[in-house]
Protein backbone atom coordinates (compact mmCIF):
# COMPACT_ATOMS: atom_id res chain seq x y z
CA UNK A 1 0.00 0.00 0.00
CA UNK A 2 0.94 3.50 -0.15
CA UNK A 3 2.99 5.14 2.04
CA UNK A 4 2.46 8.23 4.42
CA UNK A 5 5.57 9.16 6.38
CA UNK A 6 5.28 11.46 9.49
CA UNK A 7 8.09 13.24 11.65
CA UNK A 8 9.04 13.48 14.47
CA UNK A 9 7.49 10.54 16.02
CA UNK A 10 7.67 12.77 19.28
CA UNK A 11 8.69 15.78 20.61
CA UNK A 12 9.35 17.78 23.66
CA UNK A 13 8.88 21.61 23.71
CA UNK A 14 8.44 24.59 26.25
CA UNK A 15 5.25 26.53 26.79
CA UNK A 16 5.17 29.39 24.25
CA UNK A 17 7.31 28.04 21.62
CA UNK A 18 6.28 26.37 17.92
CA UNK A 19 6.61 22.82 16.91
CA UNK A 20 6.20 22.02 13.28
CA UNK A 21 4.94 18.58 12.57
CA UNK A 22 5.37 17.26 9.08
CA UNK A 23 3.02 14.98 6.81
CA UNK A 24 4.53 13.52 3.65
CA UNK A 25 2.94 10.75 0.96
CA UNK A 26 5.91 9.01 -0.13
CA UNK A 27 5.12 7.61 -3.36
CA UNK A 28 1.65 9.24 -4.40
CA UNK A 29 0.62 13.17 -4.76
CA UNK A 30 -1.81 13.75 -2.20
CA UNK A 31 -4.30 17.01 -2.78
CA UNK A 32 -6.07 16.45 0.05
CA UNK A 33 -4.34 15.21 3.61
CA UNK A 34 -6.15 15.16 7.09
CA UNK A 35 -4.73 16.27 10.62
CA UNK A 36 -6.08 13.80 13.67
CA UNK A 37 -5.25 14.71 17.46
CA UNK A 38 -6.20 11.93 19.53
CA UNK A 39 -6.49 12.45 23.42
CA UNK A 40 -5.29 9.38 25.63
CA UNK A 41 -7.67 6.38 25.41
CA UNK A 42 -9.64 8.34 23.12
CA UNK A 43 -10.89 8.21 19.35
CA UNK A 44 -9.57 10.40 16.81
CA UNK A 45 -10.86 13.51 16.18
CA UNK A 46 -10.29 15.49 12.60
CA UNK A 47 -8.84 18.66 13.53
CA UNK A 48 -8.65 19.91 9.58
CA UNK A 49 -8.43 19.09 6.01
CA UNK A 50 -5.36 19.95 4.24
CA UNK A 51 -5.77 21.40 0.89
CA UNK A 52 -2.70 21.00 -1.23
CA UNK A 53 -2.40 24.96 -2.36
CA UNK A 54 -5.33 26.63 -0.77
CA UNK A 55 -6.46 27.26 3.05
CA UNK A 56 -7.31 24.53 5.20
CA UNK A 57 -10.44 23.73 6.21
CA UNK A 58 -10.66 23.51 9.78
CA UNK A 59 -13.38 22.16 12.03
CA UNK A 60 -15.62 23.59 14.27
CA UNK A 61 -13.75 24.11 17.55
CA UNK A 62 -10.35 23.94 16.13
CA UNK A 63 -7.96 27.36 16.28
CA UNK A 64 -6.64 28.17 12.86
CA UNK A 65 -4.49 30.46 14.37
CA UNK A 66 -2.82 28.13 16.89
CA UNK A 67 -2.82 25.12 14.12
CA UNK A 68 -0.95 26.24 11.26
CA UNK A 69 -1.47 24.63 8.48
CA UNK A 70 0.71 24.87 5.05
CA UNK A 71 -0.05 22.31 1.94
CA UNK A 72 2.91 23.57 0.08
CA UNK A 73 3.86 20.68 -2.42
CA UNK A 74 1.44 17.87 -3.71
CA UNK A 75 3.77 15.21 -1.35
CA UNK A 76 3.61 17.58 1.86
CA UNK A 77 1.80 19.16 4.81
CA UNK A 78 2.74 20.42 8.10
CA UNK A 79 0.92 21.50 10.89
CA UNK A 80 2.28 23.86 13.23
CA UNK A 81 1.48 24.36 17.05
CA UNK A 82 1.94 27.82 17.86
CA UNK A 83 2.80 29.11 21.09
CA UNK A 84 1.94 25.99 22.59
CA UNK A 85 0.91 25.14 26.09
CA UNK A 86 0.63 21.76 28.33
CA UNK A 87 -3.17 20.95 26.75
CA UNK A 88 -1.84 20.84 23.88
CA UNK A 89 -0.39 17.91 24.61
CA UNK A 90 -1.47 15.39 22.78
CA UNK A 91 -1.54 12.44 19.69
CA UNK A 92 -1.23 14.27 16.05
CA UNK A 93 -1.82 11.98 13.47
CA UNK A 94 -2.13 13.09 9.54
CA UNK A 95 -3.52 10.79 6.40
CA UNK A 96 -4.12 11.08 2.94
CA UNK A 97 -6.16 8.65 0.54
CA UNK A 98 -4.43 8.39 -3.21
CA UNK A 99 -6.04 9.92 -5.93
CA UNK A 100 -8.19 7.83 -8.06
CA UNK A 101 -7.29 5.03 -5.59
CA UNK A 102 -9.66 3.20 -2.93
CA UNK A 103 -11.07 4.54 -0.63
CA UNK A 104 -8.43 3.34 2.36
CA UNK A 105 -6.60 6.13 3.93
CA UNK A 106 -3.27 5.73 4.99
CA UNK A 107 -2.11 7.12 8.09
CA UNK A 108 1.27 8.43 9.12
CA UNK A 109 3.27 7.11 11.69
CA UNK A 110 1.67 9.35 14.54
CA UNK A 111 3.65 12.82 16.49
CA UNK A 112 3.26 12.41 20.08
CA UNK A 113 3.62 15.83 21.59
CA UNK A 114 4.53 17.03 25.25
CA UNK A 115 4.30 20.68 26.02
CA UNK A 116 6.14 21.70 29.69
CA UNK B 1 -24.36 15.02 10.77
CA UNK B 2 -23.41 11.51 10.70
CA UNK B 3 -21.67 9.75 14.13
CA UNK B 4 -20.46 6.56 14.61
CA UNK B 5 -21.13 4.90 18.07
CA UNK B 6 -19.33 1.79 19.58
CA UNK B 7 -20.88 0.73 22.50
CA UNK B 8 -17.99 -1.49 23.71
CA UNK B 9 -15.23 0.21 25.88
CA UNK B 10 -13.15 -2.98 26.13
CA UNK B 11 -13.63 -6.38 25.42
CA UNK B 12 -11.50 -9.72 25.68
CA UNK B 13 -11.52 -13.12 23.83
CA UNK B 14 -9.33 -16.48 24.17
CA UNK B 15 -6.98 -17.39 21.66
CA UNK B 16 -9.00 -19.09 18.80
CA UNK B 17 -11.59 -18.43 19.57
CA UNK B 18 -14.46 -15.68 17.84
CA UNK B 19 -15.31 -12.21 18.94
CA UNK B 20 -17.84 -10.00 17.51
CA UNK B 21 -17.52 -6.02 17.35
CA UNK B 22 -20.39 -3.58 17.28
CA UNK B 23 -20.97 -0.52 15.80
CA UNK B 24 -23.92 1.53 14.79
CA UNK B 25 -23.90 4.77 12.82
CA UNK B 26 -26.20 7.56 11.93
CA UNK B 27 -26.29 9.65 8.29
CA UNK B 28 -28.91 10.57 5.62
CA UNK B 29 -26.26 9.87 3.14
CA UNK B 30 -27.26 7.01 0.54
CA UNK B 31 -23.75 6.36 -0.69
CA UNK B 32 -20.69 5.93 2.28
CA UNK B 33 -18.04 3.43 2.97
CA UNK B 34 -17.35 1.80 6.46
CA UNK B 35 -14.40 1.01 8.07
CA UNK B 36 -12.79 -0.72 10.94
CA UNK B 37 -9.44 -0.32 11.67
CA UNK B 38 -6.89 -1.50 13.98
CA UNK B 39 -4.66 0.83 16.53
CA UNK B 40 -1.75 -1.58 17.74
CA UNK B 41 0.45 0.08 20.91
CA UNK B 42 2.14 1.24 18.39
CA UNK B 43 -0.62 3.64 17.40
CA UNK B 44 0.02 3.22 13.71
CA UNK B 45 -3.41 2.91 12.49
CA UNK B 46 -4.20 -0.43 10.30
CA UNK B 47 -7.05 -0.60 8.02
CA UNK B 48 -8.74 -4.28 8.68
CA UNK B 49 -11.83 -3.94 6.81
CA UNK B 50 -13.81 -1.50 4.72
CA UNK B 51 -17.24 -1.79 3.32
CA UNK B 52 -19.46 0.23 0.76
CA UNK B 53 -22.89 1.02 1.48
CA UNK B 54 -23.99 0.32 -1.59
CA UNK B 55 -23.24 -3.41 -1.90
CA UNK B 56 -25.54 -5.57 -0.13
CA UNK B 57 -22.55 -8.83 -0.05
CA UNK B 58 -20.56 -8.32 3.52
CA UNK B 59 -16.41 -7.91 3.40
CA UNK B 60 -14.65 -10.60 4.61
CA UNK B 61 -10.02 -10.27 4.93
CA UNK B 62 -9.38 -13.74 5.64
CA UNK B 63 -10.14 -14.07 9.48
CA UNK B 64 -12.52 -11.03 9.54
CA UNK B 65 -15.40 -10.48 8.36
CA UNK B 66 -18.37 -7.70 8.80
CA UNK B 67 -22.21 -8.01 8.74
CA UNK B 68 -23.57 -4.82 7.53
CA UNK B 69 -27.06 -3.66 7.92
CA UNK B 70 -28.19 -1.00 6.08
CA UNK B 71 -31.36 -0.75 7.24
CA UNK B 72 -30.27 -0.47 10.97
CA UNK B 73 -27.19 1.48 10.51
CA UNK B 74 -25.12 -1.82 12.43
CA UNK B 75 -21.79 -2.84 11.00
CA UNK B 76 -20.36 -5.05 13.24
CA UNK B 77 -16.87 -6.96 13.01
CA UNK B 78 -16.35 -10.36 13.57
CA UNK B 79 -13.25 -11.62 14.53
CA UNK B 80 -12.29 -15.46 13.90
CA UNK B 81 -9.70 -17.56 15.50
CA UNK B 82 -8.00 -14.51 16.95
CA UNK B 83 -4.59 -14.59 17.81
CA UNK B 84 -2.19 -12.52 20.30
CA UNK B 85 -1.41 -10.18 17.45
CA UNK B 86 -5.17 -9.14 17.28
CA UNK B 87 -4.77 -7.16 20.76
CA UNK B 88 -5.18 -3.19 19.85
CA UNK B 89 -7.71 -0.90 19.67
CA UNK B 90 -10.66 -1.32 17.04
CA UNK B 91 -11.89 2.11 15.56
CA UNK B 92 -15.34 1.94 13.40
CA UNK B 93 -14.98 4.89 11.25
CA UNK B 94 -17.64 6.21 8.17
CA UNK B 95 -16.55 7.86 5.35
CA UNK B 96 -19.04 10.23 3.25
CA UNK B 97 -17.03 10.96 -0.09
CA UNK B 98 -19.16 13.71 -0.84
CA UNK B 99 -17.13 15.44 1.94
CA UNK B 100 -13.42 16.91 2.53
CA UNK B 101 -13.50 17.15 -1.54
CA UNK B 102 -13.43 14.04 -3.67
CA UNK B 103 -11.12 12.24 -0.78
CA UNK B 104 -13.75 12.32 2.40
CA UNK B 105 -12.01 12.32 5.94
CA UNK B 106 -13.19 9.97 8.54
CA UNK B 107 -15.30 9.84 11.09
CA UNK B 108 -14.12 7.80 14.02
CA UNK B 109 -16.40 5.78 16.84
CA UNK B 110 -14.67 5.99 20.23
CA UNK B 111 -13.00 2.46 19.88
CA UNK B 112 -13.12 -0.78 21.60
CA UNK B 113 -9.89 -2.43 23.11
CA UNK B 114 -9.71 -5.78 22.26
CA UNK B 115 -7.13 -8.18 24.83
CA UNK B 116 -6.89 -11.93 23.59
CA UNK B 117 -5.81 -13.77 26.14
CA UNK B 118 -3.33 -16.83 25.89
Known amino acids: GAVVSQHPSWVICKSGTSVKIECRSL??????MFWYRQFPKQSLMLMATSNEGSKATYEQGVEKDKFLINHASLTLSTLTVTSAHPEDSSFYIC????????????FGQGTRLTVV | AQTVTQSQPEMSVQEAETVTLSCTYDTSESNYYLFWYKQPPSRQMILVIR??????QNATENRFSVNFQKAAKSFSLKISDSQLGDTAMYFC???????????????FGKGTKLSVKP
Open chain 1, 95 to 106: SARVPGGSTEAF
Open chain 1, 27 to 32: DFQATT
Open chain 2, 93 to 107: AFSNPNYGGSQGNLI
Open chain 2, 51 to 56: QEAYKQ
